[in-house]
């Protein structure tokens, strides 16, 4: 079992940046992939970032050059750098832990971004 604690979510006008944190416990083995999701309201779940043990990185076209992706191995905690925000990018944050068949959520953090 490995438990995931989004935090660093809010309001931020549009231009703004803000950052993301998750913070993994529990049964954590490597190599895994940790990433993040996104579901804005009336929408699919979508990708949006992920980063495996070996810190190579996968970004979703919409966040290209604006989100970065990065972990701590230490203290199993990954993050999201969010800059140039878009009100698009208004959204529940979840996190989320990949290793084989285990595949966990975090509980999601809201991020709005106004005009």
């Known amino acids: 079992q490995v438990q995931l604690v989004e935090s660093g979510g809010g309001l931020v006008q549009a231009g703004g940046s803000l950052r993301l944190s998750c913070a993994a416990s529990?049964?954590?083995?490597?190599?895994?992939?940790m990433g993040w999701y996104r579901q804005a309201p009336g929408k699919q779940r979508e990708f949006v970032a992920t980063?495996?043990?070996?810190?190579?990185?996968v970004y979703a076209d919409s966040v290209k050059g604006r989100f970065t992706i990065s972990r701590d191995n230490a203290k199993n905690t990954v993050y999201l750098q969010m800059n140039s925000l878009k009100p698009e990018d208004t959204a529940v944050y979840y996190c989320n832990y990949r290793r084989f068949q285990v595949n966990s959520w975090g509980q999601g953090t809201q991020l709005t971004v106004s005009p």
């Open positions: 980063i495996s043990s070996g810190l190579t990185t």
């Open positions: 529990g049964s954590i083995l490597s190599p895994n992939d």
